[in-house]
Nanobody, 126 residues
């Protein structure tokens, strides 16, 4: 059972940056693909970014390409999301997720992830 804890959310002005971190309890976190998802009030949870177990491949939603960057440090069991040029529409609760068995397009799908963090709030003021 992997436990995931997000941190780094907060209030930022439009155009600003935030860095989210996700710490995993699992010592073999390198066996898990990881992703970031977000959910705004009244909306469904949506894919933001994902990274393979090795960290060699990354995936992004079109809405964040070129602005967000996902990375991982398997030695520290962490996954990070660097968010730049934030827009008011990026405001949401951001969730870290992980799963052992992902490949290809499954990285984009909410239901493919078995483990989830509690979420961290990101607020972007205009």
């Amino acid at each position: 059972q992997v436990q995931l804890v997000e941190s780094g959310g907060g209030l930022v002005q439009a155009g600003g940056s935030l860095r989210l971190s996700c710490a995993a309890s699992e010592r073999t976190f390198s066996n898990y693909a990881a992703g970031w998802f977000r959910q705004a009030p009244g909306k469904e949870r949506e894919f933001v970014a994902a990274i393979t177990r090795s960290g060699l491949s990354t995936f992004y939603a079109d809405s964040v390409k070129g602005r967000f960057a996902i990375s991982r440090d398997n030695a520290k069991n962490t996954v990070n999301l660097q968010m730049n040029s934030l827009k008011p529409e990026d405001a949401a609760v951001y969730y870290c997720a992980a799963d052992r068995g992902l490949y290809g397009s499954k990285h984009y799908i909410v239901s493919e992830y078995d483990y989830w963090g509690q979420g961290t709030q990101v607020t972007v003021s205009s």
